[in-house]
C-alpha cells in the first residue's frame, strides 16, 4: 500500500481506499463543486506534472483545469509522441527531471501496469495514477462512484451493470474494486472473450461482493439502475481479427433501453466508438457528460488532499 492520501501520500490504486476514505474525497468534492471559487488559490503556485505516457483528452485536461483552480501551475506533456518519450527517455529519467524542477506533485499515465508505484518508489514527490495499462484507473473510478452517489444520494443498494470489455478495461476494474465498499450488486456483462479478469473476481470474493458473470444485456437491462458502458480498448487487443469479431457484439441504443427502470443511468468513462448510439444522449438515460464534468471536483478535492492544504 502506498502512503496514505489523507496524510499527503500517493494515489495509486483504489484498492488503497476504504469506505470512510472514499466519503471524505466525495464530501470534500461535493464542498468544491458548491463553491469552487473559495478554494481558488487554495494551493497557489505549487507545480504539478502532468506526465502522460499514453494519449489522454480528459483526464489531462480536467487534471489541469481542476489544478489550475485551486491556483496551481501545470507542466508536463498530454502525447509522448510529441515528448522526448519519443527519443527513448525513460519514466525514470522524467520523474527525476521533474522532481528537480520542484514539482509538488506527478500525474501518471502509462501503458505498463505498476508504472505510477515503480514511480512512487524513486522519488518522495506524491504520485498519482492516471492509468497504468489494463490495471487501474482510480481517479476515474472515484468520478464515477461520486457520480453515483450525487444521482441517487447514496450508492448502497444499487444494481450496477458493467458493460463491455471487462478484461482490458481499467475503468471497469477500478470502479468494481470501489463498489465493493458498498452493498451493491454488480453484473458484469461482457461477451465471454472480454469478461472481467480472474484477479478482480478474487478481490471481489474476498470483500465478500455481490457480483455475477452475464453475457446477455436484454435480459438483466431492466432490474439495473446504472449501466457503465466501455469501450473495447483495440490498443490493448493483440488480435486485430479479434477486435473486429467483438466489435459490435453489443450497442446500447434506445430500442435496447426500452425496458430499462425510468430513473436508469447510462454512464462511459469517454472516448466513446459506437458503444452508445448518439440517440441516447437526448434521452433522460444518458449520464456520461454529467459524469465527466464530476472530474473536477473530483480532481480539485484529491490535489489538494495530495499537497496537504485540505
Ligand atoms: C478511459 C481510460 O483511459 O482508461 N478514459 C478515461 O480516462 N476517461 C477509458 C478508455 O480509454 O476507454
Redo the contacts with the bound molecule.
Sequence with gaps: MGRSVLGGGDILSIRDFDREQLELVFDSAETMERNPEKFAGLAKDQLIALLFFEP?T??YSSFQIAAQRLGCKTTGFANPAESSVSKGETLHDTVRMFEGYGARCMVIRHPMMGAPRFAAEITHVPIINA?DGSRE?PT?AMLDMYTIRKSFVGIDGLRVGILGDLKY???ASSLSYGLSNYDVEISFIAPEALQIRPEVEVFLRGKGAKFRRETNLRESIGGLDVLYV??I?KERIPDATEYERLRGQYQVDLETLKEAKSSLKVMH???RVDEIASEVDSSGFAHYFVQAANALPIRMALLSMVLGVS
Design positions: 489522454s480528459r483526464t492509468g484507473h476515474q478495461g481499467r475503468t466501455t469501450r480498448q468513462p469517454l472516448p
